[in-house]
Structures are given as structure tokens and as C-alpha cells.
């Protein structure tokens, strides 16, 4: 029994399909965790939906999918909380026959997950944490965040930009001396001063876990022990990174998708 975890995908359906067939998961035993953002920019976001709906189906515990700030995006558009944006890649999800069941699934995903594996903890999560929050903290914010997206304040929740705890799982990569999330998105070491990524600032969210994450492409793959930050900027040429957690292996496949020039640097 292995566990996976996989990076932003963003629509890059066929590279998604390879590199699943590489690390030949076996949807019976295996554990697939995925770090959000599966929709958006690349071509095939409808597949990856339809995909992941159905792994979900058959693997049910063992496939875990949290939100990133696309998916949530996905779900606005579809509630009529925002509009369309230049690079945008959403059409096909949201005029398919099985558009509302699709975004109905995606409403249901978690921000965050907690789980041991093969005797150490981690934290599943798109962006980040907030400096100082206990698991307690963690899953208590991301329990109100989870029931207001799945009923009727959903459409307002999504409409505005100021919910700090919905900024930081979905949106975080840097934070200023405040420990507010800042839209820097650049390489590490070519950040501003003043700002410090999430996951170095004192005192640290659920230090007891390896935190899983994704949304920071600039950053890439980078892996130390409390942290194995996925985004390997598939959506824009790259590739697309799995890691097995109780090996620290890392399998990638380079990006086979069509990419439009929206979706390129």
C-alpha cells in the first residue's frame, strides 16, 4: 500500500493520466492525495473532474482532493460570484450536461486533511497556514469555511477577498511582518523584504506535521522534512510531480497537454 501525493494539475489531463500510469497506483490498496487547483489554465479541466469524481467514487477515504484557490474560482463562476478572467479555461466545465454535479463534488472537498502515515503526520493543504495555529486551529477554521461553501452563503463567501483563513489555505505563499498572505509569486530568493514564506514564520502552524502544498510554481519542487511543496509549473511547460511519503520518491512527466498561450509564461 503506497501513499501519492500529486501537484496543481490545472486541466493538464493527459499528463495527469501519464503520470498516474507511472507511479502505477492501484485505485484497490493505494492512497492518492491531491494538493488542489485541479481545473483552470490547462485544456482539459471537464476530464480532470470527471476523473476525479470517479477515483473518488472507488477509492472513497484513501482520495483525498483539497481546494485551491481555481477550484474555488470554478465554483464562483458557476454561482454567479465572479466573472471570467483573461485566462480563464472553464467553458467546457461550465456548459457540460454534468457541469452542476461536477462543481456539487468540488463544493464537498476539504481544505485541509489530516493524516499518519507510516508513523509520521502530515497536513494536506493548497497554499498554506496561518503562523501558530494548533491542528485544533487548523480544522476548526476549515470546518466553517467548508460549511458555509456547501450551503447558502456560499456566493457571498466567494464574492469577497478579505476571509483570512480562506486567503491563507488557498491563496498563501509569502507573508509580511503582520502574517497577512501578500500576492508575491516570484522565486524565493528574489522576494521582497519584509516578507517571509508561510512556512518559516515563527511559530509555526501544526510544527508537528509535514505540510503537503502546491499553488507556488516559482518555488517548484522542494522538499525538506517538515514540508514538500508540489507545484512543479505543469500549466506552464514543465511538469507534473508525484512524491511517495513514506519513500520521499519523486516521479514527474514532463507536460503532454496542448497548452494555449493563455496558459504559457
Request: aromatic share 6%.
Amino acid at each position: 500500500m503506497a501513499t501519492w501525493a500529486i501537484g496543481d494539475v490545472h486541466g493538464c489531463f493527459q499528463t495527469l493520466e501519464a503520470l498516474v500510469e507511472r507511479i502505477g497506483l492501484d485505485p484497490r490498496r493505494d492512497r492518492l492525495w491531491m494538493v488542489g487547483d485541479l481545473v483552470n489554465r490547462g485544456p482539459g479541466s471537464l476530464e480532470v473532474l470527471r476523473w476525479a469524481r470517479t477515483l473518488d467514487a472507488e477509492m472513497g477515504d484513501r482520495f483525498q482532493v483539497v481546494l485551491g484557490n481555481h477550484d474555488l474560482h470554478l465554483i464562483a463562476r458557476h454561482l454567479g460570484a465572479t466573472s471570467k478572467r483573461p485566462r480563464d479555461t472553464l467553458k467546457k466545465v461550465l456548459k457540460a450536461a454534468d457541469a452542476a454535479e461536477l462543481i456539487d463534488w468540488l463544493r464537498r472537498r476539504p481544505f485541509v486533511h489530516f493524516e499518519r502515515i507510516a508513523g509520521r503526520d502530515y497536513v494536506l493543504v493548497h497554499a498554506g497556514l496561518r503562523p501558530g495555529w494548533s491542528r485544533e486551529d487548523v480544522t476548526r477554521a476549515a470546518r466553517r469555511l467548508e460549511r458555509k461553501l456547501r450551503g447558502p452563503k456560499a456566493k457571498s463567501l466567494l464574492g469577497r477577498r478579505n476571509n483570512k483563513s480562506l486567503a491563507t489555505f488557498t491563496r498563501a505563499r509569502m507573508l509580511d511582518g503582520k502574517g497577512r498572505p501578500q500576492d508575491y509569486s516570484g522565486p524565493l530568493e528574489e522576494a521582497p523584504s519584509g516578507l517571509r514564506p508561510w512556512f518559516d514564520v515563527a511559530p509555526r502552524s501544526c510544527p508537528d506535521h509535514t505540510a503537503i502544498v502546491g499553488h507556488w510554481a516559482a518555488l517548484g519542487l522542494y522538499l525538506r522534512p517538515d514540508l514538500i511543496a508540489l507545484d512543479s509549473g505543469c500549466v506552464w511547460g514543465a511538469a507534473l510531480t508525484a512524491v511517495r511519503l513514506d519513500e520521499r520518491r519523486v516521479v514527474q512527466t514532463s507536460v503532454l497537454d496542448r497548452l494555449q498561450g493563455a496558459a504559457r509564461r
